[in-house]
């Protein structure tokens, strides 16, 4: 067998005249794990060209791509090989300094051109040095470009028609995006921190996000994008960039669409529907094809994969981490896109379909943790929703508006509500974006338990259920569990967040992996009663992978205000939140609590 290898390996290179012997697949050990890939594909190539130029999209936009193939002496290797590709911004710019910055190397793709790749990267239209104009955000006219883009890619003479797509936050929409397409060639997908449905990732409880109105790009921001090889004055560049000016300001539209079937005249269509994932669904079933979604604990997207994988009858992968929007420190996601690629457009035998489909971290306060299995997610068979009630009483370790008990035992008798007035002066020190916001404890509700007396891991989905009245028609709440450390130290676990007058359940039309889901259409918004009549509020918290250690105390933290939303509408005077917390009226949250 090893005698095989080498022999196949000795035919490859007469036939690609590459002048230096690469390795040999069998001579170091192999390996196949999340994260890790060596001994399955020979390195067959020590270099690599990079090109550039238009290609047409089928209305006649030229869309500018960059190509990064396998070389021999500067040249490139004439034989067909898979293409793995991403649907950029801007796949090259150039620094006031002048330095210039290609995304096949800041994204350490250009190196699966040693493995018999090709790599190509894709400004979409109304972007980097692409013609055309960005209408929407993620339109179905873009999922119309990657399927000419994967066509045109496909009939090269480099290529073999096997494609493979690729790309994280913006470039992981388009990905999935390109999902809904429906190209035969189209054979694995890797995508990282997407949004399954544009409402629920940006809009989350009816709250818009203070991240994702972008790109925003001056005209000289635009024109550092890289020309193409041809346009040798720029001069397609400065035509193309005059074209973007066009682009919608998704700023605009997104503050245009209040709830899910909000229409915007301006983009002609629901945005939130049309340009979400889920919206397709059915096409991406048909497809079959496979997914690997990866994201991290630190990320406002991380529910958003876990609901996709859930939903879709597609092969699937999941991986989450410690990490924050599109971050993977000290796990080689290259690697993990190498082997992934490998099994679905080469036909390696390397097993990473044969693992667990879901591979995540669990944290520990300190910054450790441990790496972990699953069949399925939520993991059912281990984790166990506890629930713990708000209770009055003071517990001296924050000085909050009340200081409240957290406890597993259901509050006795008529009287028990706590009254707070939203503070809005809610700041942290630096400017925040898809990452957790700082603790606000002092400005907000809390009720915290005693020491843990052993370590508690929590894994899932937290659900809150408050019973709560408003002085105003409308407003937000957000709710935080935190570890406590006994020096008084907070760390933000997870949080949830919710307008109020969108706060009735509907069932959802994708598995939401049993948290409750606010469908928000207009006409399910809905005022809060006057006269301090109680109403139900439950929302759900992002998922979590934690542990927290004995001695340490949970707490939650009730407010009405966030550094992290977008054009907060305050209301003057502040409006009174009453929280109950009585026997016949319990506010509570339940706890995916490990067993």
Known sequence: MKLKRILITLLVLLMTGTATAPAVAGTEPRVSRPGEYAGYSPVLYDEWVRTSQYLPARDGTRLAVDLYRPAVDGKPVQRPFPVVWEHQLSRASRADDGSVSLRGITSGMAELTKYGYVVAFVDRRGNGASFGTMTGYHSRQESQDAYDVMDWLAEQSWSDGQIG????????????????????HLKAVFAG????????????????????????????????????????????????????????????????????????DAVGT???????????????????????????????????????????????KVLIGPWHHCEYDGFDIVAERHRFFDHWLKGVDNGVMEEPPVHYYTGVAGGSGTWRDAERWPVDSRAKGTRYYLGGGATGTVESVNDGTLTGTRPRGHGGAD????????????PLDQEQTCPQDEKGLTYTTAPLDKDTELTGHPVVSLRMSSSAPDGNVFVYLSDVAPDGTVRILTDGRLRLALR??????????????????????APMPTYGRTQRVDLDMLPLSSVVPAGHRLRVTVTGADVRESARAETRPAPVYTVRRTSAQPSSITLPVVR
């Open 270 to 316: 629901d945005p939130w529907n049309e340009y979400s994932v889920a919206t397709y669904r059915d096409a991406i079933e048909r497809s079959g094809v496979p997914i690997y979604s990866f994201d991290g604990w630190d990320d406002d997207f991380r529910k958003e994969t876990l609901v996709s994988a859930a939903t879709l009858s597609n092969p699937s």
């Open 419 to 430: 009254d707070y007035t939203v503070d809005y002066s809610v700041s942290c020190p630096e």
């Open 165 to 184: 797509v690729f790309g994280c936050s913006n470039t992981g929409d388009a990905a999935m995006q390109a999902a809904t397409a429906g190209s035969p």
């Open 504 to 525: 009735s359940t509907q069932h959802a039309p994708y598995a939401v992996l049993g948290t409750p889901w606010h469908r928000s259409d207009e006409r399910d918004a």
């Open 193 to 264: 921190n997407y949004s399954f449905h544009k409402y629920d990732a940006f809009n989350r409880g009816g709250i818009r996000a203070n991240w994702g109105a972008g790109p925003t790009r001056t005209r000289e921001e635009d024109l550092r994008n890289l020309p193409v090889d041809a346009d040798f004055d720029g001069e397609l560049l400065k035509q193309a960039v005059e074209q973007h000016r066009a682009n919608t300001s998704l700023r605009d539209m997104w503050k245009a669409a209040p709830f899910r079937d909000s229409h915007v």
